[in-house]
């Protein structure tokens, strides 16, 4: 009794000691702070940082930011925009929003303001993440209003940390949504210093879908990571393929938007497989509604049994339809240009594949998937289908690679 009762004192220091390192990793590093002075923001790995009243930090603030920098970089977390969940509401914000730009154009400044409200009513964090503000600013101003235009362009300058909220999928992190920002911004400046407004061209935008990265037709989605993220640790797999289970493991190195270079490895104690792949986004829908991927694979194969070595070359594609914003269906299918007798099974698991997903949050999806003789239901995160097969009576983790 009094061993187990030491035992768990140990194992409580431990646990502690592995807090307290997770939790000083996690601080503020100087050489990640970067200040942008076309829009006298500064941010911290790309992310504009903010003080705890989420003011945004300027040039004017940054000693005030530093001196508390382990602290208020904690909080930065709780100030990010929530954009996990996928839903139709983004579609409808986006066309409230679209409702704004069009008023605009219009002139129809008095309802360019009051859809304005209406947006906010509607999604209370969009005064944060977006630029409506600045709209409501530019309207008050055209309409003569200067003291209302004043606080409406303060509101902007202050709080107001991107043109388009990261809810809108896919419009906020283009090289225009941020060389527009950085325009209303120097826009708003001057007018609160000399009471002028150059004249600027406000687009109007369309709902996009959200795509999960590497789901079937699509490839890297910048939104599911890091703003410089290039090397990406795909995933895991574990299948059952002729009668042997085989591990699996895959990461993709971004060489482009649009295409990745991905290499990956499949073995058991009999065979083993290494796989270098080119993942090129083929071409897709203006709105990401579909899209297609086309995949050239090499192998480089071992056989423990004849101990001989191949290269065994294959063309993988995959087409992805949203049919709702929270739910796609996706087709993939494997070509394999040389499979002997000796390779055949292990190539099977690469045939054709139907699956429809729902998506639940950001990167993951519930999903079922039929292939030839067997249905898998389970959720997909990433590229890999965690489920059950149905046909094996068995846990199943596939990765999908192409």
């Known amino acids: 009794m009094m061993r187990t009762v030491a035992c768990f004192k140990r194992a409580g220091r431990y646990i502690i000691c592995a807090g307290i390192i997770l939790y000083t990793s996690a601080c503020f590093r100087t050489r990640h702070l970067a200040y942008h002075e076309s829009c006298n923001l500064y941010t911290y790995r790309n992310v504009p940082l903010r003080l705890p009243d989420r003011r945004l930090v300027t040039i004017a603030n940054i000693d005030t930011f530093l001196m508390q920098a382990q602290t208020n970089y904690l909080m930065q977390g709780r100030m990010k925009e929530n954009d996990l969940s996928i839903s139709r509401f983004d579609h409808i914000l986006v066309s409230q929003y679209d409702s704004v730009v069009m008023a605009m154009e219009s002139k129809n400044y008095a309802q360019a303001i009051a859809s304005g409200e209406k947006l906010k009513n509607m999604y209370r964090a969009v ?16 309409l003569g209003n200067r003291d209302s235009a004043r606080v409406a362009f303060e509101k902007f300058l202050n709080y107001a940390g991107q043109k388009y ?5 896919g419009l906020s992190r283009t090289l225009a949504a941020r060389d527009q920002y950085c325009r209303e911004r120097s826009a708003a400046v001057g007018y609160l210093y ?11 935008i369309a709902p996009v879908f959200y795509y999960q990265s590497f789901s079937p037709g699509y ?7 890091q703003t410089d993220a290039r090397w990406i640790f795909s995933g895991v797999g574990w299948e059952y393929v002729a009668d042997q289970s085989l591990f699996q493991a895959n990461t993709v190195y971004m060489l482009h938007p649009r295409l990745g270079l991905s290499t990956g ?14 993942p090129w986004q083929a071409t897709w829908a203006t709105n990401r509604r579909w899209g297609v991927k086309l995949t050239p694979l090499l192998f480089f194969a071992h056989s423990n049994h004849t101990d001989r070595y191949r290269l065994i070359p294959m063309a993988g594609m995959s087409v992805g339809y949203h049919f709702h914003p929270r739910y796609y269906a996706g087709f993939s299918a494997g070509f394999p240009f040389v499979h002997p007798d000796e390779w055949q099974p292990y190539f099977e698991s690469f045939q054709w594949r139907v699956s429809l997903n729902a998506h639940i949050v950001k990167n993951l999806s519930a999903s079922v998937a039929y292939s030839p003789h067997t249905v898998v239901t389970g959720i997909t995160v990433s590229n890999t289908l ?3 097969d149905w046909g094996s009576r ?7 690679i192409f």
């Open 386 to 388: 965690l489920g059950y």
């Open 194 to 204: 000399h009471d002028t407004l150059p004249s600027l061209i406000f687009q109007r």
């Open 127 to 142: 005064e944060f993440y977006s630029d409506i503000s600045f709209l409501q600013g530019y309207a008050w101003a055209s």
């Open 219 to 225: 490839g890297y989605n910048p939104d599911d990571f």
């Open 165 to 169: 909220p990261s809810r809108f999928r």
């Open 265 to 278: 490895i499949r073995f058991n104690q009999h065979v083993q497989l290494l796989c270098a792949a080119l």
């Open 394 to 400: 068995r846990v199943v983790l596939i990765l999908q």
